[in-house]
C-alpha cells in the first residue's frame, strides 16, 4: 500500500471515527432509540398490568374483559409463535375483536408486516389484496373466513389461523388462534422465558414497514400504503394530544367504532394503549348497544365519520350524557349542522358529544390536520361558530402545516392560493406522518409525491386565519354553466331541511349547462308526513340561503343511502343510479 494511499486511509478512518463520536468520547446515537409503537404495549404492562386493557361482547355473546398483563401476555404467545413457524407477513381479516388489537401488536413483536383487509370487500378483492402484500399466513375471523375460499384455493400453502371470537382462552371452545397464542407461550418458557427480551417491540430501524393498509379502491384496485414504525409512533402520539386520549385523570374509554382495518385505526390502537386506555371493542356497527355502552361505561371517546354521526344522533336511544364524550370525526367532510346537533347547550337535543374534528387519508395514517376550535368563536352566531368547525383545520403537531395549492402547475411550481376563503386549490402534505410510498408502485408513488408532497387529491380553500376548508374531491366538483359547484357545500345546505337525515349529491348531464346537481337524500325517521322531492327544491330556491345556480332541479328521496365500510358516502355508485335508473338502484342499493 503507498505512503499516499495509508495516509488517506489514516485519514478518513479519523474522520469517520470523530464524526461517530460526541466530545465525551460516546457513540454519536446514544441519546435515542428507534421508535415504534410496538412498545407502547410492553409499557403499558410494566406500569399498570391490572388496568383494564379490553372489554368485549364475544361472538357467543359473553362480556369479556381483560388486564394489560393479558392483553400483553397474549400478544407476547402470538409474537412467538409467528416467530416460531417463520411468518413475516400476516394478513388480518377480521371485525374489531380483541384477536384484531392483539394481532396489531404480536406481529409486529414477531418482526413481521401487519396487512389489516377490509372484511366488506368482494372476495375476489381480498384475494387480490392478500396475493399482492405477499401474505404467508392470514389470521381470520370465523364469520369471515369463507371470503377466503377463492384465495385458499390460489394458496393452500398459506395457513389460516381461525379465531372463533369466544370468552374462553383454551380448551374446545377456544379456537385456532387461542392455541397458537398458547402455544407461542410455552415456547417462550420452554426457551428460558425471555418474554419481551426475545422479540422487537423496539424495532432494528424505525423507518421499515409495520403495517400494509390498502385504500378503498372504489374506481381502481386497492393501492398498499407503507406504513413505517417511525410514522405510525408519532401519528399516534399526535393523536394522543389532539383527541384528547390523556384528559380523563381516569384514563379514557375508547370506544371501537372506527373499523381496525381502516388505516390501521387511524393508528388508535397504539395511541390508547400508550395512554393505558380500555378498549372497547364492537364486532359491529350497532346503535342501541353503542348507547348502552355510552351511557353505562362512561365512554370517554370514540372515533367516526360524519354518516356514522348522524345516525347515532338520530337513534331513538340518544339522550343526554351525564359526562361529555370526546368523539374524533372524519372520513368526509362534515356538516356545520351535524356539529351543532352534537354539541350546541342551548338545544334541547344535545347529546353532550364533543366534536373533535380531523382530516386525513390513508396515505397519512389516518388523521392528519385537526379544526381547532378558539375559544372566541363562542361569542359568534351559532350557525358561523359551527361553520367554523365544519373547517379541516390546520396540521397535527407531529407533521407539517398544511398547504393548498393552485392547480394546473407543473410539478415543481408549489404556489400557494390566497389565504381569502375564495380561491380553490389541491390540499398537499408533507412531514412525519406521511406514508412512505405505494407497496410495490413506483409510478403510482411517484404520482403522489409529485413535486415532493403528498398529493390528497381534495379540493380545498385557506382562509385568512391558515386553516383549509375542503370543498369536494377534484373528481366531484360540478361545473355547471361555468360555475364550480362544491358537492360537499350543497349537501352541507340539504340537510338543515327539516326533514332530511342524509344528503349525496351528483352531478348528471345537462344539455344547456354542461352539467346539473342531483340529490339522494334520506328522511329522518318519525317525519310526520312524507318528503315531498319538489318541496326540497323549492326549499332549497327559496329558504335556504344557496345560490341559484346550486338549487338541484331533480331530487330523489330513498331508503339508505350507499356507503363504503368507513361511512363514506359512494358517489361512483350515486352515479350509476342516475345513469341506469331504477335497475341499478336496486341492485346497488344494498351495499
Not at 418482526?111 to 370487500?121: D, K, S, T
Not at 408502485?441 to 409529485?450: I, M, Q, S, V, Y
Not at 361545473?479 to 332530511?500: C, F, M, P, T, Y
Amino acid at each position: 500500500m503507498s505512503g499516499a494511499t495509508l495516509r488517506l486511509r489514516n485519514l478518513l478512518g479519523h474522520l469517520s471515527s470523530s464524526a461517530s463520536k460526541s466530545p465525551v468520547g460516546f457513540d454519536h446515537n446514544h441519546h435515542i432509540h428507534q421508535l415504534s409503537p410496538t412498545y407502547f404495549l410492553e409499557r403499558a404492562s410494566a406500569i399498570e398490568p391490572d388496568a383494564q386493557a379490553i372489554y368485549h361482547i364475544t361472538a357467543n355473546h359473553k362480556v369479556l374483559r381483560r388486564s394489560y398483563i393479558e392483553f400483553a401476555d397474549r400478544a407476547r404467545g402470538l409474537a412467538y409463535y409467528l416467530l416460531t413457524h417463520g411468518y413475516k407477513r400476516v394478513g388480518v381479516l377480521a371485525p374489531n375483536t380483541p384477536a384484531f388489537l392483539e394481532s396489531i401488536f404480536g406481529i409486529a413483536a414477531a418482526g413481521g408486516v401487519l396487512v389489516p383487509v377490509n372484511y366488506r370487500l368482494k372476495p375476489d378483492d381480498i384475494t387480490y389484496i392478500l396475493d399482492f402484500a405477499e401474505v404467508d399466513c392470514v389470521i381470520v375471523d370465523q364469520e369471515y373466513e369463507q371470503l377466503l375460499d377463492d384465495f385458499k384455493k390460489s394458496h393452500p400453502q398459506v395457513p389460516l389461523v381461525v379465531d372463533l371470537d369466544t370468552d374462553a382462552t383454551e380448551g374446545e371452545l377456544c379456537g385456532p388462534f387461542d392455541e397458537a397464542v398458547l402455544e407461542g407461550l410455552k415456547y417462550d418458557r420452554t426457551q428460558g422465558g425471555k418474554g419481551w427480551a426475545g422479540l422487537k417491540s423496539q424495532c432494528t430501524n424505525e423507518d421499515d414497514m409495520i403495517a400494509i393498509p390498502f385504500t378503498s379502491g372504489t374506481t381502481s384496485k386497492p393501492k398498499g400504503c407503507v406504513y413505517t414504525h417511525r410514522g405510525s409512533y408519532l401519528a399516534a402520539i399526535g393523536n394522543i394530544v389532539e383527541s384528547g386520549l390523556n384528559r380523563n385523570p381516569g384514563g379514557c374509554k375508547y370506544l371501537w367504532t372506527l373499523p381496525m382495518f381502516h388505516a390501521v385505526g387511524w393508528t388508535f390502537p397504539w395511541a390508547v394503549t400508550a395512554v393505558r386506555g380500555t378498549h372497547y371493542c364492537l364486532r359491529k356497527i350497532d346503535y342501541p348497544l353503542i348507547w348502552k355502552l355510552l351511557k353505562e361505561e362512561g365512554i370517554t371517546n370514540f372515533n367516526a365519520a360524519p354518516t356514522v354521526n348522524t345516525l347515532l344522533c338520530a337513534a331513538k336511544e340518544a339522550e343526554r350524557l351525564p359526562e361529555p364524550v370526546q368523539v374524533t370525526v372524519a372520513a368526509s367532510p362534515p356538516t356545520a349542522h351535524l356539529f351543532e346537533q352534537m354539541r350546541n347547550r342551548n338545544l334541547k337535543t344535545n347529546l353532550n358529544l364533543i366534536p373533535v374534528h380531523v382530516y386525513g387519508m390513508t396515505e397519512t395514517y389516518g388523521p392528519i390536520t385537526k379544526g381547532y376550535f378558539m375559544p372566541s368563536w363562542e361569542n359568534l352566531p351559532v350557525h358561523e361558530k359551527y361553520a367554523k368547525m365544519a373547517r379541516q383545520g390546520h396540521g397535527f403537531l407531529t407533521s407539517l402545516p398544511i398547504r393548498v395549492v393552485k392547480q394546473d402547475q407543473p410539478d415543481d411550481a408549489l404556489i400557494d392560493v390566497a389565504r381569502d376563503g375564495k380561491e380553490i386549490g389541491e390540499i398537499i402534505f408533507s412531514g412525519n406522518i406521511c406514508a412512505k410510498g405505494y407497496y410495490k408502485d413506483p409510478a403510482a408513488t411517484r404520482k403522489l409525491f409529485a413535486g415532493g408532497v403528498l398529493h390528497s387529491g381534495d379540493l380545498a380553500v385557506m382562509h385568512p386565519d391558515g386553516s383549509a376548508q375542503v370543498q369536494d374531491r377534484a373528481k366531484d366538483i360540478i361545473i355547471s354553466g361555468g360555475e364550480n359547484i362544491s358537492s360537499v357545500a350543497l349537501e352541507s345546505a340539504l340537510v338543515q331541511h327539516e326533514k332530511i337525515l342524509e344528503a349525496g349529491v351528483i352531478a348528471v348531464p345537462d344539455s344547456h349547462w354542461g352539467e346539473r346537481p342531483k340529490a339522494y337524500v334520506t328522511v329522518k325517521p318519525g317525519a310526520a308526513t312524507p318528503l315531498d322531492p319538489q318541496e326540497v327544491i323549492a326549499w332549497a330556491r327559496d329558504e335556504s340561503g344557496i345560490s341559484r345556480y346550486m338549487v338541484p332541479r331533480e331530487v330523489e328521496v330513498v331508503d339508505e343511502l350507499p356507503k363504503t365500510s368507513t361511512g363514506k358516502i359512494q358517489k361512483n355508485v350515486l352515479r350509476e343510479w342516475a345513469k341506469n335508473g331504477a335497475e341499478a338502484k336496486g341492485k346497488e342499493g344494498g351495499k
